[in-house]
């Protein structure tokens, strides 16, 4: 097709307003689209500083900030899946010749110039392999008769209109009033722009004449029209431009010069220029401070400029990405359980002192782990005992505290802790039987105080903990490679981490009844205690598991691990769990006064 045939292929059809601002259309028919004379097109605008470096910043943030792909479980919890068709296209590589923030930054600068990006999904066996970038001057949205999108794309090679449908396209855009097409910033805000071209135009020509205004050769006589365009042209190459400023002039015939004084608009220019990029700013919704226009940044509002900068400006950006990813590239009914999300808070992070005082709150409160910690500072865990989680002495939840008022108010003891459990010295595991606790399980002769009865909750709480980190371990462990090797692994921490965690509910139940003589007597007991109830515990668990490993088929392994989990955490279980510690201490505690 030759140039005329573009050029009447241009007029004899209807195009979008997008096609027509792509660069090969407008140089070939330029036009004025603004009061100020100027020409703003996407290409054009980004020569006006304060536009570039909205482009850029909103762009680069964006690109580089992770996206991270996760799974929605059916407790309400997410796991990362970093080994998805599309966390790969998104971390790893979206083609062959871009890397992810090349092709982030791409697609968002241009839906911030254009109002759209598009990208063609390339897919193998209904998954998406590729993304391929499509410049969105060709590319035209429509709505079909059945409802679904398809976008007219004319490649710059050839004339023929290739058309894609919903699922083979990548569809970024701005807001938009139609629903199809996103509205181009440069468009909406083009009076704004073309203002700034000016004043930069402006300035650019003043400083190229030396920075001084225009002035009048004043000639005694009557010159022609050949003559005038003779002396202002050699008057122009001999004093003319910046290299030329500060040269002497000599006149000739009578001529004098007279300069043309500033006018107050004149001397207003630079506030100008500054409210231009103020405009442009507040069109892109970006602080100043970014633009590195820093007269009113202040030590005391920098910091909160930089958090509005990731709420009120990439946030929302954020999100768009977000969206648009689930509904193009996880539209398979087999990922309908998979999402993303980008990873703001590396956009929030703060400086070395802050993080640390923050992690220090979070690892005193027990909602941040040591391994949690790590991997906020993108470092490796230490092991399973990176992930203990701390709870404060002084602390407990609100239900124990209600469950405390009740059985204080109460005048009938609770016989889980007053009374040997029917199932006491036997696990509450799947049914197993653990053997013979040392000594009798019977009523001690020495009936307990009523008191005992108030720290049941605080037993219970503590037992809790440690159930639901045996099962979350041996669920997360089910869903890797070689599981066993992993729950093996998890068992060998998890008996000190038995016996921390029980060791001061033991403890506090004997001094409160005072059942023991002596310090020395109480560590002792205490710590035989919880010895014997972790050794024997573990010990259990790693029988059933390994028990079922044996009889489960392979494909019902992992909803069997899973409803054995499940029955760890049940209120029968714990009870019983409690029932054989107590058992156990109070065989030691009769034991060591008979001896």
């Known amino acids: 097709m030759s140039i ?73 919890s997410k796991e990362e899946v970093p080994n998805h068709q599309v966390a790969q296209l998104l971390r790893r590589s979206p083609n062959s010749w871009q890397t992810p923030m090349e092709w982030k930054e791409m697609m968002q600068a241009h839906m911030l110039l254009r109002g759209n990006a598009y990208s063609q999904i390339v897919y193998s066996s209904g998954r998406p392999i590729e993304l391929i970038p499509i410049h969105p001057a060709r590319v035209t949205p429509k709505m079909n008769k059945e409802g679904r999108v398809e976008y007219e794309y004319r490649p710059p090679e050839s004339g023929e209109v290739i058309v894609f449908d919903q699922d083979e396209i990548f569809h970024l855009k701005n807001m938009t009033l139609d629903g199809l097409i996103g509205i181009s910033t440069i468009s909406a805000a083009r009076e704004t722009i073309g203002l700034g071209l000016a004043q930069q135009e402006h300035g650019s020509r003043l400083f190229g004449q030396g920075a001084k205004p225009a002035g009048v050769l004043q000639h005694p006589g009557r010159l022609q029209k050949d003559g005038a365009d003779r002396l202002r042209k050699s008057w122009r190459n001999a004093y003319g431009g910046i290299e030329n400023s500060h040269s002497v002039a000599v006149l000739e015939e009578g001529m004098t010069f007279q300069q043309i004084e500033l006018t107050s608009e004149d001397s207003q220019w630079l506030e100008s220029r500054k409210f231009s990029v103020e405009e442009v700013a507040r069109v892109f919704r970006v602080q100043l401070h970014k633009l590195m226009s820093l007269d009113r940044a202040t030590f005391s509002n920098i910091e909160q400029q930089s958090i509005e900068f990731a709420q009120d400006t990439i946030f929302p950006h954020a999100v768009r990405w977000q ?18 999300e980008y990873r703001l808070q590396d956009l929030l992070r703060g400086d070395l002192e802050s993080r640390y005082k923050s992690y220090a709150i979070g690892r005193q409160n027990g909602w941040l782990s040591a391994n949690d910690v790590r991997a906020l500072e993108g470092m490796n865990p230490i092991g399973s005992e990176g992930d203990v989680y701390w709870a404060p002495v002084n602390m407990t939840n609100a239900e124990v505290l209600e469950d405390v008022d009740r059985l204080l108010e109460s005048d009938s003891p609770t016989p889980e802790l007053n009374e040997p459990s029917e199932d006491a010295g036997e696990p509450a595991q799947e049914g197993e039987s653990t053997g013979d606790i040392q000594g009798s399980t019977e009523q001690s002769p020495r009936a307990l105080p009523d008191l005992s009865s108030h720290l ?12 639901y980190k045996e099962a979350t371990a041996v669920n997360k462990a089910m869903k890797r490679d070689a599981p066993l090797k992993y729950i093996e692994k998890f068992y060998e921490t ?36 919880v010895s014997m109830f972790a050794e024997q515990q573990v010990q259990i668990s790693q029988d059933v598991i390994r028990k079922q490993f044996t009889d489960s088929r392979k494909d019902s392994l992992l909803s069997d691990m899973q409803w054995i989990t499940d029955r760890w955490e049940g209120e029968d279980v714990i009870r019983a769990n409690i029932g054989t510690l107590m058992s156990i201490a109070r065989n030691l505690i009769e034991g060591e006064k008979d001896g």
């Open 4 to 76: 005329f045939q573009k050029v009447r292929s241009l007029f004899g059809e209807k195009r979008s307003n997008s096609e027509i601002s792509d660069f090969f259309f407008n140089s070939i028919l330029p036009h004025v689209n603004t009061f100020s004379g100027k020409t703003v097109t996407a290409e054009t605008a980004l020569t006006f500083g304060a536009v570039y470096a909205c482009v850029k910043v909103i762009s680069e943030s964006l690109a580089s900030l992770p996206i991270v792909t996760f799974e929605l479980k059916k407790d309400g």
């Open 323 to 340: 969206e648009s990813i689930v509904r193009d590239l996880l539209s398979n009914p087999r990922d309908k359980r998979i999402f993303v």
């Open 456 to 467: 049941e909750p605080v037993f219970y709480d503590a037992f809790r903990r440690c159930k």
């Open 494 to 529: 998890h008996e000190n981490y038995l016996k921390r965690e029980l060791r001061p509910c033991v403890e506090t139940y004997i001094r409160v009844n005072t059942l023991a003589d002596s310090a020395n007597s109480i560590d002792s007991i205490v710590t035989e205690a």
